[in-house]
């Protein structure tokens, strides 16, 4: 059983940036693909980025392209989420998720543990 701990989430300008943070306890993540997902107040959760287990293979959304980054370490079982120039639209509680399959998957299903999410609001 894993437990995942997202942090880094806050209130930002429009613009700024911030850096998420997701610690794993309980197993290695070195094996495992993980990712980020988001849900806005009275939307689906949806799919932000995702990396595979060597950090070769990344996928984001359209949206997020050319200004979030994922990465991982997987000496401190630790992935990252870079978010620059960020947009009112980008508010949402953040989740991240460990998958149970490799590549970079950016569909829900292929993930089985998750954590319980840090807020990011991005004002005009």
């Known amino acids: 059983q894993v437990t995942l701990v997202e942090s880094g989430g806050g209130l930002v300008q429009a613009g700024g940036s911030l850096r998420l943070s997701c610690a794993a306890s309980?197993?290695?993540?070195?094996?495992?693909?993980m990712g980020w997902f988001r849900q806005a107040p009275g939307k689906e959760r949806e799919f932000v980025a995702a990396?595979?287990?060597?950090?070769?293979?990344?996928n984001y959304i359209d949206s997020v392209k050319g200004r979030f980054t994922i990465s991982r370490d997987n000496a401190k079982n630790t992935i990252y989420l870079q978010m620059n120039s960020l947009k009112p639209e980008d508010t949402a509680v953040y989740y991240c998720?460990?998958?149970?399959?490799?590549?970079?998957?950016?569909?829900?299903?292929?993930?089985?543990?998750w954590g319980q999410g840090t807020q990011v609001n991005v004002s005009s």
């Open positions: 990396i595979s287990y060597g950090g070769v293979i990344t």
């Open positions: 998720a460990v998958a149970d399959r490799a590549g970079a998957p950016d569909h829900a299903r292929a993930y089985n543990s």
């Open positions: 309980g197993r290695t993540l070195v094996n495992y693909a």
